[in-house]
C-alpha cells in the first residue's frame, strides 16, 4: 500500500516546524543563560575581590603583628633556628667588640 501523495509534504512541513520551534526555544535559553551570567560575573568577581581583601588583611595582621616581629627579630639577631636552637659558631660571650 502507497501512502497518498498528500502525506509527505505535510509531514515534513510538520517536522520542518518543529525543528524550527526547538532552535526557537534553544537560542531563548541560550539569550537567558547569557543574561545571568553577565549579571552574576559582576557579583561572583566582587565576591572574591572581598574576600581577597579580607584575606590579605588578616595576613598582613598575623605577620606584622608585634608578636612575630619580636620572634623575628629575636631569630636573627641572637642567632636562634626556627626551634630556638643556637647556630653552631654562635659566641654567647660575644660583646660586638670588633
Known sequence: MQEPAIALPTYLGFI????????????????GIGVVAFFTFGGIKNEARK??????????????????????IDEIAF??????ELDED?????????
Open 79 to 84: 642567632g636562634q633556628g626556627p626551634r630556638g
Open 16 to 31: 520542518s516546524a518543529m525543528m524550527t520551534a526547538v532552535t526557537a526555544v534553544l537560542a531563548a535559553v541560550a539569550i
Open 51 to 72: 574576600i581577597a581583601s579580607e584575606r590579605v588583611n588578616e595576613l598582613v595582621n598575623e605577620k606584622l603583628s608585634d608578636e612575630a616581629i619580636k620572634a623575628r
Open 90 to 98: 654562635f659566641d654567647p660571650d660575644d660583646k660586638g667588640n670588633r
